[in-house]
């Protein structure tokens, strides 16, 4: 039992941990970096997205949402699919004040979100209907994230070869 306790432990301070310092090597690159962290482009075959990594290391994909273009970063700690309110603004979702009802712990600390259903969510030939996702607070998130809420619902999506395969 005292194992388990260190090992829960352990999982704590590195799920606190390792965002905020993933966050500060985002924030602290040079400017010059910041045009390489474009979404890389992707190769797909229709039902299979193969994703290189961008210059930090990170999986950055383009998609749609209902219909419109958006860039995302692949996060498999995210529970769902995560927007900024100016990307979710873009989609005609304007959550008001009130709809803000769901604690989510970001890099930049505890924020509140609002949730909402997006009705397809594509990545490369990849379409997932129906996604259960969420609308954070400007400036709460830098970057759009492809979370579980998407990811799960595929056959696959795992590491390989330094790429990543998503697979329907």
Partial sequence: ??????IAAFALA?????PRQMMRVHYSAPVMAAHSAAPTPASSDGRSVTVAPDARGHFQVEGRVD????????????????????????????PAESEFTIMVRTANGVVRAAPVNLSSVEIGGIMVRDVRAMVLPEHALSDNLLGLSFLSRLTSFRYSNGRLVLEQ
């Fill in 67 to 94: 219909n419109r273009f958006m860039e995302f970063m692949v996060d498999t700690g995210a529970s769902a699919v995560a927007l900024t309110a100016r990307d979710a603004a873009a989609v005609g979702l304007h």
């Fill in 14 to 18: 590195a799920a606190v941990v390792v």
């Fill in 1 to 6: 039992m005292r194992s388990f306790i260190i």
